[in-house]
Nanobody, 124 residues
Framework: QVQLVESGGGLVQAGGSLRLSCAAS????????MGWFRQAPGKEREFVAAISWTGSRTYYADSVKGRFTISRDNAKNTVYLQMNSLKPEDTAVYYCAVAQVPTVVTSPRRYDYWGQGTQVTVSS
């Protein structure tokens, strides 16, 4: 099994920044991609960003492109999500996930392990 633990969420004013982290532990395996998703109250979980195993490829939802940056440190088994210029509509529980493929994937059905989520609240 793989355990994923997110951190870094909180309350921030519109226009502010937060940096989320997600540390993976437990079973180790080679070449996996990681992603971030979010779920607002009453809405379905949606894709935010993903990064390939090597970090050479990233992909973003249109709603966060230019504001969010995903990165990873494989030595630490950790993925990050730098969120700048936050908007109230970014308010949600943010989840990290692992897909046992080396390439970028955006569908939640392709992900095998999920964290418990961290709350991000952006006030107007």
């Amino acid at each position: 099994q793989v355990q994923l633990v997110e951190s870094g969420g909180g309350l921030v004013q519109a226009g502010g920044s937060l940096r989320l982290s997600c540390a993976a532990s437990g079973r180790t395996f080679s070449s996996y991609s990681m992603g971030w998703f979010r779920q607002a109250p009453g809405k379905e979980r949606e894709f935010v960003a993903a990064i390939s195993w090597t970090g050479s490829r990233t992909y973003y939802a249109d709603s966060v492109k230019g504001r969010f940056t995903i990165s990873r440190d494989n030595a630490k088994n950790t993925v990050y999500l730098q969120m700048n210029s936050l908007k109230p509509e970014d308010t949600a529980v943010y989840y990290c996930a692992v897909a046992q493929v080396p390439t970028v994937v955006t569908s939640p059905r392709r992900y095998d392990y999920w964290g418990q989520g961290t709350q991000v609240t952006v006030s107007s």
